[in-house]
């Protein structure tokens, strides 16, 4: 592994400790903080109300077991073509990959360790969600731009 290579994996791998530690702790003080009450923002626009999702994602019911299994499987298929297939090279890129390694580590030990999935985060009309849902989601659109926009450079 050139030197290039393992010094974006430490910054990766840095950077989606950090996610996940912070996704971590906000679950935690969620636990703690919103027991029995909710907090609301602007009328009801935001809303931090303490929920336990117990189904994958978007509420789809699938056994505990195929879950875990689908989590984890989803963790290698990410490694492996963010290792493999498509190293990040940039900044935006590897931000972007450890967003995504962040998020999906949180809500699989979430899941794995606690059969359910600590949700806490509700903005209008949108579902209930955490930390590691928004940089799941944060993390694929940074890598969406680049992409496109990689593509747009090199036509």
């Given at each position: ?96 990959a ?43 659109v940074?890598?969406?731009?680049y ?9």
């Amino acid at each position: 592994m050139r030197l290039d290579a393992l010094r974006r994996f430490f910054w990766i791998s840095g950077g989606a400790l950090l996610f996940f530690c912070a996704d971590r702790l906000t679950k935690l003080w969620a636990e703690e903080a919103l027991a029995g009450r909710d907090l609301s923002f602007s009328g009801n626009f935001l809303r931090l109300t303490l929920t336990y999702n117990a189904k994958l994602a978007f509420s789809l019911p699938f056994p505990l077991a195929a879950q875990v299994l689908l989590s984890g499987l989803l963790l290698f298929v990410l490694m492996w073509y963010f290792t493999r297939i498509h190293p990040p090279k940039g900044l935006w890129e590897s931000l972007a990959a450890a967003l995504i390694f962040g998020g999906a580590l949180g809500n699989f030990v979430d899941r794995f360790f606690f059969h359910e999935v600590v949700d806490f985060i509700a903005v209008w009309k949108f579902p209930v969600f955490n930390l590691a849902d928004s940089f799941l989601f944060l993390g694929a659109v940074f890598f969406l731009i680049y992409e496109v926009g990689g593509r747009r450079k090199k036509s």
